[in-house]
């Protein structure tokens, strides 16, 4: 069994500021890991990937995750917070074997100027 | 590449009415998937092929049907609207390998609406 748990459902930073939104997963498999954002009205676009290769990992617009097996976390950063990235974040993980993702229910990010 | 495309955009449905949501994809990938998102909900899984022909259920098929008689296509009906199915529909594919990973590639999504 898998599943994905968001800490946060609102997070709210200002512009330049840190972001940080969070990600703890279980999975009864290696797990592979996911980060996706949606835009309003939009589809989900893929942020960055896990795929049991480099612990960190860079995606796009400035953001990367670490993967943390001991904390089972895969939390998802960017230095400084821009305006465009007002959206919802979704986690998500798939293993070796699955077929499909189990999303976490999305945290809302903010950006204030 | 369109990628993948949804139709309709949006609609309204009466409950007891009958729709078809297409989806197709021109990837050539061999999952598909359609998914349902509720309102501060993440995605949940309706139901997903790996292959024309080959359907199966998620975790909430109720009141949905699928037929993959193409790679491409991966049309989702539903038979008996219910309010309950007032939700925003996501079709998404993938290219899955033996030992490889799933990247989804999502389309723009189908807003409905049941009254």
């Known amino acids: 069994a898998q599943s994905v748990t968001q800490l946060g459902s609102h997070v709210s930073v200002s512009e330049g500021a840190l972001v940080l939104l969070r990600c703890n997963y279980s999975s009864s498999v290696p797990p592979y890991l996911f980060w996706y954002v949606q835009y309003p009205n939009q589809g989900l676009q893929l942020l960055l990937k896990y795929t049991s290769a480099a612990t960190l990992v860079k995606g796009i617009n400035g953001f990367e995750a670490e993967f943390k097996k001991s904390e089972t976390s895969f939390h998802l950063t960017k230095p400084s917070a821009h305006m465009s990235d007002a959206a919802e974040y979704f986690c998500a993980v798939s293993g070796v074997g699955r077929r499909a993702l189990t999303f976490g229910s999305g945290t809302r990010l903010q950006v204030q100027p | 590449n369109a990628g993948v495309t949804q139709t309709p955009k949006f609609r309204i449905l009466k409950i007891g009415q009958s729709m078809t949501l297409q989806c197709a994809q021109d990837m050539n990938h061999n999952y598909m998937y359609w998914y349902r998102q509720d309102p501060g909900m993440g995605l949940k899984l309706i139901y997903y092929s790996v292959g024309a022909g080959i359907t199966d259920k998620g975790e909430v098929p109720n009141g949905y049907n699928v037929s993959r008689s193409t790679t491409e296509d991966f049309p989702l009906r539903l038979e008996l609207a219910a309010p309950s199915q007032t939700s925003v529909y996501f079709c998404?594919?993938?290219?899955?390998?033996?030992?490889?990973?799933?990247?989804?590639?999502f389309g723009p999504g189908t807003r409905l609406t049941v009254l």
């Open positions: 998404a594919s993938s290219y899955s390998e033996a030992g490889g990973y799933n990247e989804q590639f």
